[in-house]
């Protein structure tokens, strides 16, 4: 199987429960930020997105919030299903003059428990 | 949706042999991208691309090289494959003149250099 999930926290979720899976960002200056689900033998799948001049963004069955002040960012995923188990991560997008980048977290493993 | 195509999913090379890996998009996305993906390293930028013959370098373009030709198709090249070039590569595309749209990834070719 796929490499990818290896060394990378774990949450355990049972199925039916709410999962709060979260990121903490490092730049000040990011102004946009994107949540991403990579199942196994699959590359990374868009989720949702949310830029700086907004603390929430909902989409289907998942909600992304956003605390600047903490550099924090958590993705809610509601009545949590076996297929959303997967690894999470999120990136951050920062632009400091000619020099843009999009910086990406090393993931979390989600694990749903039937 | 968008599709983002990768020719290969699994390739063997040998240490020395040029390797190329080809994606594909099919949204008329200007921009597109190559990653490495590696177990407590997360996704690396290799190179990317805002035009057709236009390449950046990312964060770790040594040993590497690309090719635009063609506004839906960019190239992957190592010139000469290595051992440390064993990884997980996945090719991403995306709409915006910026960074700051989501990115779209194929679903990956796993490179093993013997």
């Known amino acids: 199987g796929e490499s990818v999930g290896l060394h990378l926290p774990t949450l355990s979720v049972q199925e039916g429960d709410n999962s709060i899976i979260n990121c903490a960002y490092s730049?000040?200056?990011?102004?946009?930020f994107i949540w991403y689900k990579q199942e196994s033998g699959k590359g990374p799948q868009f989720i949702i997105d949310i830029r700086s001049n907004m603390d929430k963004r909902q989409g289907q069955r998942v909600t992304v919030l956003l605390n600047k002040t903490v550099k924090h960012l958590s993705l809610q995923i509601a009545a949590t299903q076996p297929g959303d188990s997967a690894v999470y991560f999120c990136?951050?997008?920062?632009?400091?003059?000619?020099?843009?980048?999009?910086?990406f977290g090393k993931g979390i493993t989600l694990s749903v428990r039937p | 949706d968008v599709k983002v195509t990768q020719s290969s999913r699994y390739l063997v090379k040998r240490t020395g042999e040029k390797v190329f890996l080809e994606c594909v998009q099919d949204?008329?996305?200007?921009?597109m991208f190559w990653y490495r993906q590696d177990p407590g390293l997360g996704l690396r930028l290799i190179y990317f691309?805002?035009?057709?013959?236009?390449?950046e370098k990312g964060d770790i373009p040594e040993g590497y090289s690309v090719s635009r030709e063609k506004k839906e198709r960019f190239s992957l090249i190592l010139e000469s494959a290595s051992t440390n070039q064993t990884s997980m590569y996945l090719c991403?595309?995306?709409?915006?003149?910026?960074?700051?749209?989501?990115?779209?990834f194929g679903n990956g070719t796993r490179l093993t250099v013997t």
């Open positions: 990136a951050e997008f920062s632009s400091t003059g000619a020099n843009s980048k999009l910086t």
């Open positions: 949204m008329d996305h200007e921009n």
């Open positions: 730049n000040s200056a990011s102004d946009y």
């Open positions: 991403a595309s995306s709409l915006s003149g910026e960074m700051n749209s989501p990115l779209h």
């Open positions: 691309s805002y035009d057709v013959k236009m390449k």
